[in-house]
């Protein structure tokens, strides 16, 4: 293999793990999918260094190493980017996909989301279901509905303007039990209690405290224990926007 070739090569095998890495990904497959597209590909080896917020990888061909890294910035949890990114790996180790197609179709992935208006009635009506399992009454969850479906707006607006994620989870927070108390301040439920939890619960870092533990298990206690403070980080954001309100409403 000529030196371009691995240049050309290693560069796109750390391209898959950085997007990989960047939407949510845990770092064992991370690895196992750097490793098998690299082989795939016709690299010797494959070897990765996982940080926090950082990537080393290195590629070895007839005894020649090359070595390059990438900082990860995270763009949020996507699970269709890590699906088809897998999908890439697999084809190419089946032989339909060459270096040229593994880039073009690298090259045009693009993040899709939901769009806003199924979005946010969604997250309301899972968190209203919530509170009816909790036991709560039909003013309660109609009450639970509106406070998570206008938190969820106020979420996507904020993070529209890229402001830092622990502001986005306080604000989010705040506002959304300044919404769901009013039941105490209004008789129109008997389960007031049962609005302030249940509309909070879209905020639940669960996504990145499984990944965070997985990676512990797994030994990959350096980016596992990064993971499992920033999914803290959240919550207590979180937990300062509910205070916040609650004090704001004479709760506290």
């Given amino acids: ?19 990989l890495l960047a939407y949510g990904a845990d770092s064992e ?25 950082s990537l080393v990888l290195t590629s070895l061909v007839h005894g020649r190493c090359i070595t390059t890294t990438r900082r990860i910035r995270e763009h949020g949890i996507n699970m269709t980017i890590v699906c088809e990114l897998q999908r890439i790996c697999l084809l190419t180790e089946k032989g339909l996909y060459g270096l040229s197609e593994v880039r073009k179709r690298v090259n045009r992935i693009e993040p899709r989301s939901y769009p806003k208006r199924f979005l946010v009635p969604m997250i309301g009506l899972s968190c209203a279901s919530f509170c009816h399992l909790f036991g709560g009454d039909i003013t309660a969850i109609l009450l639970t509905f509106i406070a998570s479906s206008v938190g969820m707006l106020v979420r996507l ?20 039990v300044a919404i769901a108390q009013l039941g105490y301040h209004i008789d129109i439920t008997a389960t007031p209690k049962l609005p302030m939890a249940a509309s909070v619960l879209m905020l639940v870092p669960g996504f990145p405290m499984i990944n965070a533990i997985s990676d512990m298990v797994k030994g990959h206690l350096n980016v596992g224990i990064a993971r499992w403070g920033h999914a803290t980080l959240l919550t207590m954001a979180s937990v300062v926007g509910i205070t916040m309100a609650m004090q704001l409403g004479g709760l506290l």
């Fill in 1 to 19: 293999m000529y030196a371009d070739s691995q240049n050309d090569i290693t560069r796109q095998v750390v391209r898959v793990a950085q997007l």
């Fill in 29 to 53: 497959l991370v690895e196992e999918i750097s490793q098998r597209l690299g082989l795939a590909l016709g690299l010797g080896s494959v070897e990765l260094s996982i940080s926090s917020n």
């Fill in 157 to 176: 607006f904020i993070a529209k303007h890229h402001v830092n994620l622990l502001v986005n989870f306080a604000i989010t927070a705040f506002i959304t």
